[in-house]
């Protein structure tokens, strides 16, 4: 069973702990010099951001979310749950808050990016760089309101 609840600052070592074990499985085209940046970044920021956190029965955190309104600024999901819903539910929770969700996702992320499009999001655009002005190409993606996921 999986809930979904907002974040607080002691679920920080834990967020942080998903989001390195994801990028690790997922980002394998990022240089270790821009991971270790990007990683800095994140330690600074993410603890504190208002996370939409999916929780098991022991309120144990198994991914997150950063929704700014109807865009998913974030999702992660710990790899040792990937596939059992947990993406998904958080996508569903955030299209019941925003119909018209939108979300980019790095063009290299082929996991990331076959679960949108599976999900029933469509490609709106792609930029050449990351919202960092880093090399790495996002695919802007949007999910239409009368899909059903």
């Not at 270790?36 to 600074?44: L, P």
Request: some cysteine; proline content about 5%; glycine content about 6%.
């Amino acid at each position: 069973m999986m809930n979904i609840r907002k974040s607080h600052r002691e679920d920080g070592d834990r967020v942080l702990e998903i989001w390195r074990n994801a990028v690790l499985a997922t980002h394998d085209f990022l240089s270790q010099k821009d991971y270790a940046e990007i990683a800095s970044e994140v330690r600074d920021f993410l603890p504190a951001a208002p996370l939409l956190l999916a929780v098991d029965e022991n309120d144990w955190p198994l991914g997150f979310m950063l929704l700014d309104d109807s865009h998913m600024e974030a999702l992660f999901v710990d790899p040792a749950h990937h596939g059992k819903g947990v993406g998904r539910g958080l996508v569903e929770y955030a299209l019941s808050l925003s119909p018209f969700l939108t979300t980019d996702v790095n063009e290299q992320n082929e996991q990331a990016s076959a679960f949108y499009l599976h999900l029933g999001f469509i490609k709106t655009g792609r930029s050449e760089l990351d919202g960092q002005g880093r090399p790495y190409p996002l695919l802007h993606l949007q999910c239409r309101p009368q899909r059903s996921i």
